[in-house]
């Protein structure tokens, strides 16, 4: 927000440094980022009054003009600019001047014709040329017509105010005024605002309910349209002081009637539009949503597609403006235009916002409306527009007002306990004291007893809904910096972590500790993951729970699982040639509730890995496999005192067949580890082999234990054997093992598979599986008889449940 020094003046008696003041701005919560001259220094360059416009002798391109500078006689200036003119009033440099882009403005001979002096361009001035008239940004500036010949540019343009830019937070909706950010200057100075002067004289010869009606078709969207007529107006150029203002806040001037519903706006925060009321059908305003298929062209030349969600303002027949964001070209004022309809209203700020989001269009208008527009200052800002259009239009009043104000503002009223204000802000404010900070921004307070006040919010201040919100006010206005330092009291309690949180702490520690590094990804997913996963079109995993106001497409869905989370972040370091990958995340997903609809949120810890391990000067690198993964799992039960876990084979969307299995306890499945499918990793454009693994977090919490149980060292010596056996195929070395364990009994104390082997010697089909066995007694030392006794009975037990042979 873009506020002049010189505007504020207006309306509160302020003569403090503007950088004073804007420091003190900003401590009252309205953060100034910039005070910034509004113009460069323009000494030497006076108003000139072009008196006649001569073609040039030698040039067909130049111009010889006289120009008046109220000094002298009228000087000779070659002009080579195609919109100069007789009777303009144009910024001259004097011969010595240096203008701000550098140049020095001598005597000079142009085509054989001297030339004393130079008309200047908004650029060459070093203005914005954006503010500028359309017909002005390529040639020379037209000054306005009320100008002063003979007068500084400077002062003519008002080019020594200082502008402020102000950062506003979305609450402060009301500091899109002038008016109101000069209430707060005043509050911070001590001085009253000064009351906009209303007066004007209405024309007896036209009533304002004859010649137009108003109907709003749905209240909920629309809370007031306040319509006012000014007839007979001349449109022209606005005068140099409305110039002035509109360009030290960002506007271009455009015309009279038209800088006048901008400066209201600027001035008073509420949007107008000004109609052409000869191109109104039927003499009638109805607001209303957008008809099936009705279209607009909009101020700015571009056709909209609207639809029921918008609201538009309507004639008779066809739609004149998309309400609270941009006029339409079919009934805008024109140079020919002599009466003027003046819409001043309040729409729905979420159905303004979803609009202005949806037709990709965004105005000062549409700002305004999104944050909230003081609904009782509708009446008001129409009756300032039509008193300044008629003193600056030559135009006349038409009596009366047409007001459809369907559903009347209540204020709001909220109690403001003194002692809860002086605790929170650790201050000894007076009730006094308190009343007079709020009645500095127009919050007026009355006493009902018991130290507590009944303060009336006034309609401008739509952030205002609780008493902590006035305990604020009180707060900024007293000042942030008196208020004093103290550190908060309370009693603080020892907080001790639930077993969840330690769970989660002890399994990042132990897959760090494996070497596996954590990250963190967005809980959002692109829907098309679930088809680079090659995703069954029923699965779960496809019932996400979907965003309504997404960031993108691309995060539009709440993720089911982390998997494609990390499968991307895999893609995005392979395509920074980072080809070694060891990660792991804890997370939550999200799936739909099916009796509530509320999302049911699930952690989970998956991981991935990629590549190969880092070697060293002795051993070269070792790749990441199914097996490495499977011993950081089998590591991860051990630690979290999970036992007789099982793995077993397994089919899982987005992993290889037979290379995938699941971790289960009992009937507890604790989650699934396999290879990731080829098709799979080249969706993800991975060149490499890759392993994930994805764990239910709850299951593990259910499980695991943080207890740890003493074993005592064994005192008496342990005898090896080693067991050699060919199995069929597709026997998992998993249930030969609980076989072997079983049979063992209590003199086995380790079982352990040491090698596997597919190939010569080995029939088709078969596989050659070797074990460890040790056997040991914790009560005494066992005999040669009894070992190979035991030893015998494993084997056999082999020979009979699975027809194993030895090797």
């Known amino acids: 927000m873009l506020v002049s020094y010189q505007w504020l003046k207006d309306y509160v008696d302020i003569d403090m440094d503007p950088q004073e003041l804007a420091d003190k701005l900003t401590m009252v919560g309205l953060e100034v980022s910039s005070v910034t001259r509004l113009g460069p220094n323009m000494e030497g360059v006076l108003v000139g009054y072009v008196e006649h416009v001569d073609p040039h002798p030698n040039s067909d391109r130049l111009s010889l003009c006289r120009v008046d500078i109220g000094k002298g006689e009228p000087l000779n200036i070659v002009c080579g600019a195609p919109n100069v003119a007789a009777g303009q009033k144009v910024p001259v440099a004097m011969i010595g001047t240096c203008l701000p882009n550098g140049q020095k403005i001598e005597k000079a001979v142009i085509r054989k014709v001297e030339s004393h002096g130079m008309i200047c361009s908004g650029d060459e001035m070093g203005l914005d040329a954006a503010l500028l008239p359309k017909d002005q940004q390529e040639g020379i500036m037209v000054l306005p017509e009320d100008s002063v010949v003979g007068d500084s540019v400077e002062k003519t343009l008002n080019l020594d105010d200082t502008v402020f830019e102000i950062d506003l937070t979305p609450n402060r909706a009301d500091c899109m005024s002038i008016r109101n950010i000069a209430r707060e200057v005043g509050a911070i100075a001590g001085l009253k605002l000064k009351p906009l002067d209303l007066d004007f004289e209405e024309s007896t010869d036209a009533l304002t309910k004859d010649m137009i009606s108003v109907e709003i078709k749905d209240p909920d969207l629309c809370g007031r349209y306040v319509a006012r007529v000014v007839t007979g107006v001349t449109i022209g150029p606005s005068p140099a002081w409305l110039q002035n203002r509109l360009r030290a806040v960002g506007v271009r001037p455009i015309s009279n009637i038209v800088d006048v519903t901008n400066f209201v706006m600027m001035e008073m925060g509420q949007p107008l539009h000004a109609f052409d009321y000869r191109f109104l059908e039927e003499k009638t305003i109805v607001v209303r949503r957008a008809g099936e298929g009705e279209k607009i062209i909009t101020l700015d030349g571009q056709e909209r597609q609207l639809d029921e969600n918008t609201l538009v303002i309507a004639d008779g027949k066809r739609p004149v403006a998309i309400a609270g964001i941009m006029g339409g070209e079919n009934s805008e004022i024109m140079e020919d235009t002599t009466t003027v309809l003046i819409e001043s209203a309040n729409f729905n700020m979420v159905n303004i916002r979803r609009s202005s989001k949806r037709l990709g269009l965004r105005s000062e208008s549409s700002m305004r409306f999104e944050k909230g527009v003081n609904i009782e200052g509708a009446r008001e800002a129409a009756d300032r527009a039509a008193k300044l259009m008629a003193n600056l239009g030559g135009g006349r009043v038409a009596s009366g007002v047409v007001d459809n104000y369907p559903r009347k503002w209540t204020p709001v009223k909220i109690e403001l306990n003194v002692k809860k204000v002086n605790n929170l802000l650790d201050l000894n404010l007076s009730e006094e004291k308190i009343v007079d900070l709020l009645g500095s921004i127009d919050l007026k307070s009355d006493s009902i007893g018991h130290d507590t006040l009944l303060v009336t919010v006034p309609p401008f201040r739509l952030d205002i809904e609780r008493e902590i919100d006035l305990v604020e006010e009180v707060a900024r206005l007293y000042g942030y910096e008196k208020i004093p330092l103290t550190i908060p009291e309370g009693d603080v309690g020892q907080q001790?972590?639930?077993?969840?949180?330690?769970?989660?702490?002890?399994?990042?520690?132990i897959l760090t500790g494996c070497g596996l590094t954590e990250v963190i990804s967005f809980s959002f997913l692109n829907p098309?993951?679930?088809?680079?996963?090659?995703?069954?079109?029923?699965?779960?995993?496809?019932?996400?729970?979907?965003?309504?106001?997404?960031?993108?497409e691309e995060h539009s869905v709440m993720r089911t699982s982390l998997i494609p989370n990390l499968l991307e972040i895999a893609q995005r370091n392979v395509s920074r040639k980072v080809l070694d990958l060891s990660i792991f995340e804890f997370g939550r997903v999200f799936h739909p509730g099916e009796e509530t609809g509320e999302p049911i949120e699930s952690p989970v810890l998956s991981g991935l890995?990629?590549?190969?391990?880092?070697?060293?000067?002795?051993?070269?690198?070792?790749?990441?496999?199914?097996?490495?993964?499977?011993?950081?799992?089998?590591?991860?039960?051990?630690?979290?005192?999970?036992?007789?876990?099982?793995?077993?084979?397994?089919?899982?969307?987005?992993?290889?067949?037979?290379?995938?299995?699941?971790?289960?306890?009992?009937?507890?499945?604790?989650?699934?580890?396999?290879?990731?499918?080829?098709d799979v990793l080249e969706n993800y454009?991975?060149?490499?082999?890759?392993?994930?693994?994805?764990?239910?977090?709850?299951v593990l919490a259910a499980l695991g234990s943080q207890e740890k149980q003493y074993t005592v060292l064994q005192r008496f010596p342990s005898a090896e054997r080693d067991l050699a056996i060919i199995v069929s195929e597709d026997i998992a070395a998993a249930e030969l093992e609980e076989v072997i364990i079983n049979a063992g009994g209590d003199i086995l104390a380790e079982c352990r598979l040491f090698d596997v082997y597919r190939g010569k010697q080995i029939p088709e089909n078969k596989k050659s599986l070797a074990y460890s066995l040790i056997y040991r007694s914790p009560e005494r030392t066992l005999t040669d008889e009894e070992i190979n006794e035991k030893h015998e009975e494993i084997k056999q037990k082999l020979f009979t449940e699975f027809g194993a042979e030895l090797r």
Do not use: Y
């Open 496 to 509: 001790k972590m639930t077993w969840e949180q330690v769970l989660e702490r002890k399994c990042k520690e």
């Open 685 to 698: 454009e991975l060149s490499s082999k890759a392993c994930i693994f994805e764990l239910d977090f709850t």
């Open 528 to 552: 098309k993951s679930f088809d680079k996963m090659g995703l069954p079109e029923d699965h779960s995993m496809r019932k996400g729970v979907e965003i309504s106001n997404p960031l993108s």
């Open 609 to 678: 890995v990629m590549g190969s391990m880092f070697g060293g000067w002795k051993w070269g690198k070792e790749e990441f496999d199914f097996f490495f993964l499977k011993g950081v799992l089998e590591e991860l039960m051990d630690r979290l005192n999970i036992k007789d876990t099982k793995w077993e084979p397994c089919s899982f969307p987005g992993l290889h067949p037979g290379r995938s299995a699941r971790l289960i306890r009992g009937d507890k499945i604790l989650g699934v580890l396999g290879e990731v499918h080829p």
